[in-house]
């Protein structure tokens, strides 16, 4: 079975810094990952995925995130963080068990920018 | 466009007794999800659905039964709960192909006291 490690419970970080949330996964043939963010009180919100093609996918709020088979990777960068970035970061990958899918999560990177 | 709903949002049980968590989806979806979310352990999968009439179970299923009579709708049932089912509870849905994002309800926060 998959798994997925994100080892940085928590990332502080200044406003207008650069950031990066690491990511990694347990070796598989093929593999869709994902970066799905969650504000206080609210549910996921799916922030960018890799499916196939290009190892760099970008969101549309200036997060971009590098495939890496080699090293079994999926970090998120981005390069100026805003105050409103604050929130908690989940890396998942989606597992294919007999006939059907799961999505597996990792635990979780909380970032918190400080003005 | 609701996309995943939840129902309901809070509530406060007391051990031992049961309560079903509604997850209502209108995108029509095959696949259908409930994880719990803890302090620094992520989301678990706790049962999951690919399609109308069945259930399977995740990573943590124990103490909680699952039903999808309608494809539209995933319940998820605590027969008799426990303080160590104190949680948020999510439940997501997505399309019956794996290069497919899920979409994620608001969660519902249940205490067991």
């Known amino acids: 079975a998959q798994s997925v490690t994100q080892l940085d419970s928590q990332v502080p970080v200044f406003e207008e810094a650069p950031v990066e949330l690491r990511c990694n996964y347990s070796?598989?043939?093929?593999?869709?990952l994902f970066w799905y963010v969650q504000y206080p009180n609210q549910g996921l919100q799916l922030l960018l995925k890799?499916?196939?093609?290009?190892?760099l996918v970008e969101s549309i709020n200036g997060f971009e995130a590098e495939f890496n088979k080699s090293q079994t990777s999926f970090h998120l960068r981005k390069p100026s963080v805003h105050i409103s970035d604050t929130a908690e970061y989940f890396c998942?990958?989606?597992?294919?068990?007999?006939?059907?899918?799961?999505?597996?999560f990792g635990s979780g990177t909380r970032l918190l920018v400080r003005p | 466009n609701a996309g995943v709903t939840q129902t309901p949002k809070f509530r406060v049980l007391k051990t031992g007794q049961s309560m079903t968590l509604l997850c209502a989806q209108d995108?029509?979806?095959?696949?259908m999800y409930w994880y719990r979310q803890d302090p620094g352990m992520g989301l678990r999968l706790i049962h999951y659905?690919?399609?109308?009439?069945?259930?399977a179970k995740g990573e943590v299923p124990d103490g909680y039964n699952v039903s999808r009579l309608k494809k539209q709708n995933f319940l998820l049932g605590l027969e008799s709960a426990a303080p160590s089912q104190t949680s948020v509870y999510f439940c997501?849905?997505?399309?019956?192909?794996?290069?497919?994002?899920?979409?994620f309800g608001q969660g519902t926060r249940l205490t067991v006291v």
């Open positions: 997501a849905s997505k399309q019956g192909i794996m290069n497919t994002e899920a979409f």
């Open positions: 070796s598989s043939v093929s593999v869709y």
């Open positions: 890799y499916l196939s093609g290009s190892t």
């Open positions: 998942a990958v989606s597992e294919r068990e007999d006939s059907s899918y799961k999505l597996i």
């Open positions: 995108m029509n979806h095959e696949y």
């Open positions: 659905s690919v399609g109308e009439g069945t259930t």
